[in-house]
Protein backbone atom coordinates (compact mmCIF):
# COMPACT_ATOMS: atom_id res chain seq x y z
CA UNK A 1 0.00 0.00 0.00
CA UNK A 2 1.26 3.09 -0.63
CA UNK A 3 1.77 6.01 1.58
CA UNK A 4 1.94 9.72 1.53
CA UNK A 5 5.39 11.31 1.45
CA UNK A 6 6.93 13.43 4.11
CA UNK A 7 8.16 17.18 4.19
CA UNK A 8 12.03 15.66 3.77
CA UNK A 9 10.53 13.14 1.06
CA UNK A 10 9.15 15.85 -1.03
CA UNK A 11 12.04 18.29 -0.75
CA UNK A 12 14.59 15.57 -1.92
CA UNK A 13 11.81 15.03 -5.32
CA UNK A 14 11.79 18.65 -5.26
CA UNK A 15 15.85 19.05 -5.64
CA UNK A 16 15.88 16.07 -7.87
CA UNK A 17 13.23 17.35 -10.55
CA UNK A 18 15.16 20.70 -10.81
CA UNK A 19 18.71 18.87 -10.96
CA UNK A 20 16.76 17.18 -14.21
CA UNK A 21 15.39 20.68 -15.51
CA UNK A 22 19.01 21.74 -15.23
CA UNK A 23 20.40 18.51 -17.12
CA UNK A 24 17.81 18.80 -19.85
CA UNK A 25 18.39 22.76 -20.27
CA UNK A 26 22.11 22.02 -20.29
CA UNK A 27 21.54 19.37 -23.27
CA UNK A 28 19.64 21.70 -25.01
CA UNK A 29 22.05 24.42 -25.26
CA UNK A 30 25.03 22.18 -26.37
CA UNK A 31 22.80 20.71 -29.09
CA UNK A 32 21.84 24.04 -30.12
CA UNK A 33 25.51 25.63 -30.04
CA UNK A 34 26.85 22.38 -32.52
CA UNK A 35 24.47 22.26 -35.12
CA UNK A 36 24.91 25.92 -35.82
CA UNK A 37 28.22 24.69 -37.10
CA UNK A 38 27.72 21.05 -37.93
CA UNK A 39 28.42 20.14 -41.50
CA UNK A 40 27.12 16.51 -41.98
CA UNK A 41 31.27 15.36 -42.41
CA UNK A 42 32.38 16.72 -39.55
CA UNK A 43 30.62 16.44 -35.87
CA UNK A 44 31.18 19.79 -33.55
CA UNK A 45 31.55 19.67 -30.30
CA UNK A 46 30.84 23.07 -27.88
CA UNK A 47 33.28 22.81 -24.75
CA UNK A 48 31.77 24.83 -22.05
CA UNK A 49 28.99 27.71 -21.21
CA UNK A 50 29.27 29.87 -19.39
CA UNK A 51 27.59 33.28 -18.32
CA UNK A 52 27.45 36.54 -19.68
CA UNK A 53 27.78 40.07 -18.65
CA UNK A 54 24.27 41.45 -18.78
CA UNK A 55 25.77 44.93 -20.75
CA UNK A 56 26.92 42.49 -23.13
CA UNK A 57 30.39 42.97 -22.25
CA UNK A 58 33.33 40.17 -20.90
CA UNK A 59 34.18 39.56 -17.97
CA UNK A 60 37.38 37.50 -18.73
CA UNK A 61 40.39 37.55 -16.42
CA UNK A 62 43.87 38.16 -18.59
CA UNK A 63 45.22 35.34 -20.15
CA UNK A 64 48.48 34.06 -19.83
CA UNK A 65 49.10 30.88 -20.88
CA UNK A 66 52.02 28.58 -22.44
CA UNK A 67 52.72 25.32 -23.54
CA UNK A 68 54.03 22.67 -21.23
CA UNK A 69 56.83 20.52 -21.90
CA UNK A 70 58.34 22.92 -25.22
CA UNK A 71 61.56 25.13 -24.35
CA UNK A 72 61.83 27.91 -26.53
CA UNK A 73 65.57 29.50 -27.18
CA UNK A 74 66.36 33.38 -28.07
CA UNK A 75 68.00 36.33 -27.13
CA UNK A 76 67.63 36.66 -22.96
CA UNK A 77 66.54 39.92 -21.38
CA UNK A 78 66.05 38.12 -18.01
CA UNK A 79 68.14 35.45 -16.85
CA UNK A 80 66.22 32.62 -14.73
CA UNK A 81 69.21 32.04 -12.68
CA UNK A 82 68.39 35.17 -11.66
CA UNK A 83 64.70 35.71 -11.77
CA UNK A 84 62.13 33.29 -9.50
CA UNK A 85 58.22 33.12 -9.55
CA UNK A 86 56.05 30.92 -8.34
CA UNK A 87 54.04 30.17 -11.65
CA UNK A 88 53.94 30.08 -15.24
CA UNK A 89 51.18 32.53 -14.81
CA UNK A 90 53.83 34.71 -12.96
CA UNK A 91 56.04 34.41 -15.05
CA UNK A 92 54.64 35.33 -18.74
CA UNK A 93 52.70 38.62 -16.56
CA UNK A 94 56.76 39.40 -15.97
CA UNK A 95 57.28 39.21 -19.63
CA UNK A 96 53.81 40.97 -20.93
CA UNK A 97 54.75 43.91 -18.12
CA UNK A 98 57.83 44.25 -20.62
CA UNK A 99 55.26 46.06 -23.17
CA UNK A 100 55.02 49.78 -22.96
CA UNK A 101 52.13 51.62 -22.84
CA UNK A 102 48.91 50.21 -23.95
CA UNK A 103 49.96 46.96 -25.24
CA UNK A 104 53.01 48.76 -27.39
CA UNK A 105 56.15 47.56 -28.45
CA UNK A 106 57.35 44.46 -26.32
CA UNK A 107 61.14 43.87 -25.01
CA UNK A 108 59.95 40.79 -24.36
CA UNK A 109 58.36 38.02 -26.44
CA UNK A 110 58.97 34.55 -25.39
CA UNK A 111 58.99 33.55 -21.57
CA UNK A 112 60.13 30.21 -20.46
CA UNK A 113 59.62 28.72 -17.28
CA UNK A 114 60.43 25.59 -14.82
CA UNK A 115 57.63 24.53 -12.92
CA UNK A 116 57.74 20.72 -12.08
CA UNK A 117 59.77 20.59 -8.74
CA UNK A 118 61.03 16.77 -9.37
CA UNK A 119 62.38 17.29 -13.01
CA UNK A 120 64.16 21.25 -12.10
CA UNK A 121 65.63 20.27 -9.21
CA UNK A 122 67.49 23.38 -8.16
CA UNK A 123 66.46 25.59 -11.28
CA UNK A 124 62.28 25.60 -10.12
CA UNK A 125 60.70 28.48 -10.34
CA UNK A 126 63.45 30.20 -13.41
CA UNK A 127 61.70 31.94 -15.30
CA UNK A 128 63.43 33.38 -18.98
CA UNK A 129 62.44 36.65 -20.69
CA UNK A 130 63.31 36.53 -24.06
CA UNK A 131 63.40 38.15 -27.79
CA UNK A 132 62.98 36.62 -30.71
CA UNK A 133 64.43 37.03 -34.10
CA UNK A 134 61.09 36.37 -35.66
CA UNK A 135 57.83 35.83 -33.36
CA UNK A 136 55.75 34.29 -36.23
CA UNK A 137 58.49 31.62 -36.17
CA UNK A 138 60.14 31.33 -32.46
CA UNK A 139 63.24 29.22 -31.69
CA UNK A 140 62.17 26.13 -30.79
CA UNK A 141 65.43 24.37 -28.57
CA UNK A 142 63.39 21.28 -27.46
CA UNK A 143 59.70 19.47 -27.11
CA UNK A 144 58.72 16.67 -25.53
CA UNK A 145 57.39 15.08 -22.76
CA UNK A 146 60.99 14.72 -20.58
CA UNK A 147 61.53 18.29 -21.61
CA UNK A 148 61.01 20.61 -18.00
CA UNK A 149 59.87 23.99 -19.21
CA UNK A 150 56.34 25.74 -20.21
CA UNK A 151 57.03 28.53 -23.05
CA UNK A 152 54.23 30.60 -24.62
CA UNK A 153 54.62 33.77 -26.60
CA UNK A 154 53.43 37.29 -26.03
CA UNK A 155 52.96 39.35 -29.16
CA UNK A 156 52.95 43.66 -28.87
CA UNK A 157 50.98 46.28 -30.57
CA UNK A 158 51.11 45.91 -34.27
CA UNK A 159 52.76 42.42 -34.07
CA UNK A 160 51.55 38.62 -33.99
CA UNK A 161 49.33 39.23 -37.14
CA UNK A 162 49.11 36.79 -40.42
CA UNK A 163 47.11 37.23 -42.94
CA UNK A 164 44.46 34.77 -45.21
CA UNK A 165 45.12 35.87 -48.53
CA UNK A 166 41.80 35.89 -50.73
CA UNK A 167 40.90 36.93 -54.05
CA UNK A 168 38.84 39.94 -52.48
CA UNK A 169 41.85 40.79 -50.49
CA UNK A 170 44.10 39.90 -47.65
CA UNK A 171 42.15 39.69 -43.88
CA UNK A 172 44.78 40.24 -41.47
CA UNK A 173 44.64 38.21 -38.06
CA UNK A 174 45.63 39.25 -34.77
CA UNK A 175 46.44 36.34 -32.64
CA UNK A 176 46.13 35.40 -29.10
CA UNK A 177 48.99 33.35 -28.09
CA UNK A 178 48.56 34.24 -24.45
CA UNK A 179 45.11 33.36 -24.56
CA UNK A 180 45.12 30.54 -27.35
CA UNK A 181 48.96 29.12 -27.15
CA UNK A 182 47.93 25.85 -28.86
CA UNK A 183 46.15 27.09 -31.51
CA UNK A 184 48.56 29.93 -32.20
CA UNK A 185 51.39 27.35 -32.47
CA UNK A 186 49.45 25.38 -35.11
CA UNK A 187 49.08 28.44 -37.09
CA UNK A 188 52.67 29.63 -37.03
CA UNK A 189 53.04 25.85 -38.08
CA UNK A 190 50.77 26.92 -40.94
CA UNK A 191 52.92 29.09 -41.93
CA UNK A 192 55.62 27.66 -42.61
CA UNK A 193 54.03 25.75 -45.61
CA UNK A 194 54.36 26.08 -49.06
CA UNK A 195 50.88 25.20 -50.05
CA UNK A 196 47.55 25.94 -49.14
CA UNK A 197 45.32 23.55 -51.28
CA UNK A 198 42.56 22.76 -49.04
CA UNK A 199 41.96 26.05 -47.70
CA UNK A 200 38.73 27.91 -47.76
CA UNK A 201 35.72 29.28 -46.83
CA UNK A 202 32.33 27.26 -47.32
CA UNK A 203 29.92 29.21 -45.96
CA UNK A 204 28.81 32.78 -46.05
CA UNK A 205 26.09 33.90 -43.71
CA UNK A 206 25.44 37.79 -43.77
CA UNK A 207 24.47 40.08 -40.75
CA UNK A 208 20.85 40.07 -42.06
CA UNK A 209 18.31 42.48 -40.02
CA UNK A 210 19.43 40.88 -37.30
CA UNK A 211 22.72 42.41 -36.28
CA UNK A 212 23.38 46.39 -37.09
CA UNK A 213 26.63 47.32 -39.04
CA UNK A 214 28.68 47.41 -35.70
CA UNK A 215 27.80 43.69 -34.75
CA UNK A 216 25.19 44.95 -32.03
CA UNK A 217 21.82 42.67 -31.93
CA UNK A 218 18.63 44.72 -33.03
CA UNK A 219 16.20 44.19 -29.98
CA UNK A 220 13.16 41.57 -30.86
CA UNK A 221 15.45 40.31 -33.85
CA UNK A 222 15.69 36.30 -34.40
CA UNK A 223 19.16 35.39 -33.93
CA UNK A 224 19.61 33.47 -37.07
CA UNK A 225 19.46 32.20 -39.66
CA UNK A 226 21.87 34.11 -41.07
CA UNK A 227 24.02 33.39 -38.28
CA UNK A 228 26.20 36.04 -39.45
CA UNK A 229 29.62 34.20 -39.97
CA UNK A 230 31.34 33.07 -42.61
CA UNK A 231 32.72 29.43 -41.77
CA UNK A 232 35.75 28.00 -43.25
CA UNK A 233 38.76 25.12 -42.79
CA UNK A 234 42.21 25.78 -42.04
CA UNK A 235 43.95 22.16 -42.86
CA UNK A 236 45.75 22.29 -46.09
CA UNK A 237 45.72 18.74 -47.89
CA UNK A 238 48.51 16.58 -47.28
CA UNK A 239 49.04 18.20 -43.87
CA UNK A 240 48.55 16.58 -40.41
CA UNK A 241 45.62 17.99 -38.33
CA UNK A 242 46.12 17.09 -34.72
CA UNK A 243 42.56 18.02 -32.44
CA UNK A 244 43.50 21.26 -30.89
CA UNK A 245 42.45 21.20 -26.86
CA UNK A 246 39.98 23.65 -25.74
CA UNK A 247 41.49 26.62 -24.32
CA UNK A 248 39.79 30.42 -23.83
CA UNK A 249 36.73 30.70 -24.44
CA UNK A 250 35.60 34.90 -24.45
CA UNK A 251 32.40 36.02 -25.82
CA UNK A 252 32.37 35.55 -29.64
CA UNK A 253 32.33 39.61 -30.56
CA UNK A 254 32.43 40.65 -33.93
CA UNK A 255 35.80 39.99 -35.76
CA UNK A 256 35.89 37.19 -33.53
CA UNK A 257 38.10 34.15 -34.55
CA UNK A 258 37.22 30.85 -33.10
CA UNK A 259 37.65 26.61 -33.85
CA UNK A 260 34.56 24.95 -34.05
CA UNK A 261 35.15 22.24 -31.66
CA UNK A 262 38.63 21.42 -31.84
CA UNK A 263 39.32 22.36 -35.25
CA UNK A 264 40.11 22.32 -37.89
CA UNK A 265 36.86 24.13 -39.27
CA UNK A 266 36.79 27.59 -37.58
CA UNK A 267 34.35 30.54 -38.31
CA UNK A 268 34.77 34.39 -38.05
CA UNK A 269 31.88 36.25 -36.80
CA UNK A 270 30.40 39.52 -38.15
CA UNK A 271 28.19 40.06 -34.82
CA UNK A 272 28.70 39.78 -30.93
CA UNK A 273 27.13 37.09 -30.43
CA UNK A 274 26.13 37.05 -26.96
CA UNK A 275 23.82 34.12 -27.03
CA UNK A 276 26.46 31.63 -27.80
CA UNK A 277 28.18 32.69 -24.21
CA UNK A 278 31.07 31.44 -24.10
CA UNK A 279 31.54 27.73 -25.99
CA UNK A 280 34.32 28.18 -28.35
CA UNK A 281 38.25 28.51 -28.22
CA UNK A 282 39.00 32.01 -29.97
CA UNK A 283 42.26 32.16 -31.00
CA UNK A 284 42.54 36.00 -32.68
CA UNK A 285 40.55 38.47 -34.22
CA UNK A 286 40.14 40.56 -37.37
CA UNK A 287 41.70 43.99 -37.72
CA UNK A 288 38.77 46.44 -37.91
CA UNK A 289 39.57 47.86 -41.40
CA UNK A 290 39.17 44.19 -43.12
CA UNK A 291 36.17 43.32 -41.56
CA UNK A 292 34.50 45.10 -45.10
CA UNK A 293 36.18 42.12 -46.57
CA UNK A 294 34.88 39.70 -44.61
CA UNK A 295 31.42 41.05 -45.05
CA UNK A 296 31.91 41.42 -48.98
CA UNK A 297 32.11 37.13 -48.53
CA UNK A 298 29.42 36.76 -46.24
CA UNK A 299 27.31 38.08 -49.41
CA UNK A 300 28.63 36.42 -52.66
CA UNK A 301 26.19 33.99 -53.57
CA UNK A 302 25.24 31.12 -51.85
CA UNK A 303 22.77 27.99 -52.15
CA UNK A 304 20.81 26.91 -49.22
CA UNK A 305 21.38 23.25 -47.31
CA UNK A 306 20.58 21.87 -44.33
CA UNK A 307 23.09 20.85 -41.60
CA UNK A 308 21.33 18.99 -38.38
CA UNK A 309 17.73 20.31 -39.12
CA UNK A 310 19.66 24.07 -38.98
CA UNK A 311 19.47 25.83 -42.72
CA UNK A 312 22.56 27.02 -43.78
CA UNK A 313 23.89 29.08 -46.42
CA UNK A 314 26.66 27.37 -48.06
CA UNK A 315 29.20 29.42 -51.05
CA UNK A 316 28.52 28.41 -54.55
CA UNK A 317 32.00 28.74 -55.20
CA UNK A 318 34.16 28.00 -52.35
CA UNK A 319 36.72 30.62 -51.71
CA UNK A 320 40.08 29.80 -51.34
CA UNK A 321 42.80 31.48 -49.34
CA UNK A 322 46.66 31.58 -48.81
CA UNK A 323 48.58 31.57 -45.34
CA UNK A 324 50.46 35.08 -45.77
CA UNK A 325 53.14 36.18 -43.30
CA UNK A 326 52.82 40.18 -42.27
CA UNK A 327 56.61 41.62 -41.42
CA UNK A 328 55.67 45.06 -40.28
CA UNK A 329 53.42 46.24 -37.45
CA UNK A 330 49.15 46.59 -39.02
CA UNK A 331 46.61 48.45 -37.41
CA UNK A 332 46.07 49.17 -33.73
CA UNK A 333 44.37 46.32 -32.45
CA UNK A 334 45.32 44.52 -29.24
Given amino acids: MGRRQNDSELGRCAILSLLFMGTIS ?14 PSRIATVSSVSDVVEDGGQEESECCRGIEH ?4 GDAVKWGSDFKVSSSEDCCMACKSMCGGEDGPCFCDSWVYCGDKEACGPRFGECWLKKQKDALDPDRRDSGDKVMWTSGLVFGKGKGIFGLKTEYGVIHIKLFPDCAP ?33 GNHIEYAPFGPPFAVIQGTLEAIGSSFKEIPTEACPTIRRG ?3 WVGSGPEFFISLANHNEWKKAYTVFGSILPEDMEIVELIAQLPT ?30 LK
Avoid at 70 to 73: F, P, Y
Avoid at 193 to 214: P, T, V
Wanted: charged content about 20%; hydrophobic content about 45%; proline content about 2%.
Fill in 26 to 39: CCMVYVCLSVVFNR
Fill in 303 to 332: KPEVWSNINVSVLEKPVAFQFQRIKTGLGN
Fill in 256 to 258: SVA
Fill in 70 to 73: LELW
Fill in 182 to 214: HSVSYILEMLQLRHFAGCQFYRAESRGNFWDSE
